[in-house]
């Protein structure tokens, strides 16, 4: 099933529960002096299951990039997501956490930065798989031997140079935003306080979401637009406009946003001091 399900689909076509042609020797280095121990191969029986594949570095990686997202249809982006999520964290007090584990997956939280991956041994070899989750990028490591200092931080190392000497991939673009929204983006003000329109994709913008009242508005009519979410969840908002179908202001549950502050001509609630300001 494993082969059936997973391995085939990925193009693991190398990973096996047994060496099925050539493979490395593995290895004990003796403590006190430079002299070898093969590690006999053998079936694990019940304990095959915590870490007995043989597999090559380009299947390894086929399957690091499993975790970066590249699921080949197998998994949901958001099951994925969910199996990364930290369940069990290696508190250190009174400093953020470092490790965790998921659902199958370790995770580590270098400096505020999420990855995801596992290490593995069975007698005579060592690997390890470590990817950056927010971008993708990812390095495998194998080696036949049974123990060594040499691992340890290799990923973390491996990371930094392809991070510095590998530059980001470039996102794909294009004009796709609807140009009839353009009377809409820009500045506004709800009395003195000013915030800022856009528009991200279908969505228009006050502010920046997440942050104070900040919040994204979807198209529900004709000049008519309901918040998603933060403060304005489920808010209507209304374009008003004046006789020349020019924008007069936004009617956001009552409160007025308007292209200069206090704007007389846009029916502010209370009114606005004929004198103006002074």
């Known amino acids: 099933m494993v082969h059936r399900e997973l391995l085939e689909p990925l193009g693991m076509t190398r990973t096996t529960t047994r060496p099925t042609g050539r493979a490395a020797q593995g290895l004990a280095v003796h403590p006190f002096a430079d002299v070898l121990l093969p590690e006999p191969e053998h079936d ?16 390894l990686a086929r399957w690091a990039a499993f975790l970066g997202g590249d699921t080949a249809g197998l998994l949901s982006t958001d099951t994925l997501a969910e199996m990364c999520e930290p369940h069990h964290v290696v508190d250190e007090p009174k400093q953020p956490w470092t490790g965790a584990h998921g659902l199958g997956w370790q995770v580590w939280n270098v400096d505020g930065v999420r990855y995801a991956g596992h290490g593995g041994s069975m007698p005579g070899f060592l690997a390890g798989l470590r990817v950056r989750l927010d971008g993708g990028d990812g390095v495998v490591t194998l080696t036949n031997t049974t123990s060594t200092t040499v ?37 506004w003000h709800w009395g003195s306080s000013v915030t800022t329109a856009t528009v991200a994709g279908e969505h228009l ?74």
């Open 44 to 59: 694990g029986g019940a304990m095959a299951p915590a870490g007995q594949l043989w597999t090559t570095v380009p299947d």
């Open 151 to 187: 691992m340890r931080g290799l990923p973390d190392r491996l990371l930094e140079v392809l991070r510095d000497e590998e530059p980001p991939a470039v996102e794909p673009w294009s004009a796709s935003g609807d140009a009839g929204l353009l009377e809409l983006v820009g500045t």
């Open 205 to 278: 913008v006050l502010g920046e979401p997440g942050t104070g009242r900040g919040s994204r508005f979807a198209r529900v009519g004709v000049d008519a637009w309901v918040g998603l979410d933060g403060y304005n969840t489920g808010e209507p908002l209304r374009v008003v406009r004046r006789a020349d179908g020019s924008v007069s202001h936004l009617d956001l549950a009552s409160f007025r946003f308007t292209r200069t502050p206090y704007d007389p001509s846009a029916d502010v609630p209370g009114g606005v001091d004929d004198l103006g300001w002074r």
